[in-house]
């Protein structure tokens, strides 16, 4: 099949619809630009938040907070402990999912840690003892289970050490 040319495609297509594709275009970029809480929330009314500590000394316990809210289509949280930073939190949920699945499993040596129903403002807490040195962290996703569509993500890491 042959690729057809700039000039070649407004003919086939027309100009108006260029113009309108080329706005759509123009609109998904401007939107992949943005982090992926910012952008999603501007399109869903859908917040994730982590918060907890950055650094823990081995043999405490401590907590991460999964909060937000969940708005058109949101309807599920679900979060992986990442024992490997490697290159940190997938940006979608459908990216660390193939991580879980596809990657050896040394590579992020991910563990499912929470996949729970929510609706309007949520609060989910996660309980953790330094155990193992090194750097950890959480990668949370607010998805629509049906689609599996990202509609927030946050990710924090943390340092246990002696």
């Not at 859908?46 to 401590?62: C, V, Y």
């Not at 999964?66 to 930073?85: P, T, Y």
């Not at 989910?124 to 040195?133: C, D, I, K, N, Y």
Request: hydrophobic residues 45%; aromatic residues 8%.
């Amino acid at each position: 099949m042959r690729q057809l040319r700039g000039s070649e495609l407004l003919v086939r297509i027309g100009r108006g619809r260029a113009r309108r594709l080329a706005g759509v275009v123009l609109a998904t970029l401007a939107l992949s630009a943005m982090p992926l809480s910012l952008a999603t929330a501007a399109a869903t009314g859908s917040s994730l938040h982590a918060s907890g500590p950055t650094s823990n000394k081995m043999g405490t316990n401590f907590d991460y907070v999964l909060s937000g809210s969940s708005g058109s289509g949101a309807n599920r949280l679900v979060a992986w402990e990442q024992f490997n930073k490697v290159a940190g939190c997938a940006a979608t949920f459908a990216g660390e999912s193939a991580r879980v699945l596809l990657e050896p499993t040394s590579t992020y040596d991910l563990t499912l840690w929470t996949n729970v129903p929510v609706s309007g403002s949520y609060s989910v807490t996660a309980h953790f003892g330094a155990s193992h040195l090194g750097v950890h962290g959480i990668c949370a996703y607010l998805i629509n289970l049906g689609t599996g569509e990202t509609l927030a993500a946050a990710g924090s890491f943390w340092t246990n050490h002696a």
